[in-house]
C-alpha cells in the first residue's frame, strides 16, 4: 500500500538552531502534502498545506518565516523549523494526498517526528 | 467553519465488551467525515470514511460508523473490542477545502 515516510522519528537540538523534517510519498506522487503539529494529549493542528511547486499556505497564527515549506517534488516536501526554542518542542507529522486534490483521494500519513529543542 | 467534537476523552473497556465514541460535527453541507486511529509515537491509520451514499460504513478491524444527518454525528462503534485496540482515535471533518479539522481525540484503554 502507499507509504509516507517522514524523516527524522525523533530529533534533539539546541535552541537557536534549525531542524529540516522530511516527508516522501514512495509509491506515488504527492501533488499536496499537509504539515501538522501535534501538543500532547491533543488534536493535530494544520499548520500548512504544501503544494508542489508553488508557495504553502499557511494557517492563521502559523509564523511562516519561521516554519519553513518546501515542496520542490512530487515525492519530497520538507518543513524546516528556524531557530528553533523550547516552545517548538512537539509532535510533527506529515500527511500526502494520494491522486489529486480532492478530499476523496487517499490521505497517507508519515509516522511523525518528535522535535524536542534544548 | 468547519469543526468536530469529540465529548469523551478517555473511555476505558473491558476486553471483549463493544465500543462506541461519539462524534459531532459541524458543516453547512454534506460533509466528508473519516475515523482515525493513532498508536503511541505513530502518524494516524484510516479507520473508515463516509462521503456519501449508505449511512453505515464498514472500516478496517471490524470498526463501522453511522452517518446521522439529524444528529451530526459520525459514531464509531465495534462489536467486541481486543486489547490491541487501545489506542488513540480522532475523528475528522472535511469540506472546506481540501483540508481536514480533526478533533481532540478520544482515549481508548482496554482491560483484560
Known amino acids: 500500500g502507499a507509504v509516507v515516510s517522514q524523516h527524522p522519528s525523533r530529533v534533539i537540538c539546541k535552541s537557536g538552531t534549525s531542524v529540516k523534517i522530511e516527508c516522501r510519498s514512495l509509491d506515488f506522487q504527492a501533488t499536496t502534502m499537509f504539515w501538522y503539529r501535534q501538543f500532547p494529549k491533543q488534536s493535530l493542528m494544520l499548520m500548512a498545506t504544501?503544494?508542489?511547486?508553488?508557495?504553502?499556505?499557511?494557517e492563521q497564527g502559523v509564523e511562516k518565516d519561521k516554519f519553513l515549506i518546501n515542496h520542490a517534488s512530487l515525492t519530497l516536501s520538507t518543513l524546516t523549523v528556524t531557530s528553533a526554542h523550547p516552545e517548538d518542542s512537539s509532535f510533527y507529522i506529515c500527511?500526502?494526498?494520494?491522486?489529486?486534490?480532492?478530499?476523496?483521494?487517499?490521505?497517507?500519513f508519515g509516522n511523525g517526528t518528535r522535535l524536542t529543542v534544548t | 467553519a468547519q469543526s468536530v467534537t469529540q465529548p469523551d476523552i478517555h473511555i476505558t473497556v473491558s476486553e471483549g465488551a463493544s465500543l462506541e465514541l461519539r462524534c459531532n460535527y459541524s458543516?453547512?453541507?454534506?460533509?466528508?467525515l473519516f475515523w482515525y486511529v493513532q498508536s503511541p509515537g505513530q502518524g494516524l491509520q484510516l479507520l473508515l470514511k463516509?462521503?456519501?451514499?449508505?449511512?453505515l460504513v464498514q472500516g478496517i478491524k471490524g470498526f463501522e460508523a453511522e452517518f446521522k444527518r439529524s444528529q451530526s454525528s459520525f459514531n464509531l462503534r465495534k462489536p467486541s473490542v481486543h486489547w490491541s485496540d487501545a489506542a488513540e482515535y480522532f475523528c475528522a471533518v472535511g469540506g472546506g477545502g481540501n483540508k481536514l479539522t480533526f478533533g481532540t481525540g478520544t482515549q481508548l484503554k482496554v482491560e483484560l
Open positions: 458543516y453547512g453541507a454534506t460533509p466528508y
Open positions: 463516509y462521503f456519501s451514499g449508505d449511512t
Open positions: 500527511s500526502a494526498r494520494d491522486g489529486g486534490h480532492r478530499l476523496d483521494s487517499p490521505l497517507h
Open positions: 504544501s503544494n508542489e511547486g508553488s508557495k504553502a499556505t499557511y
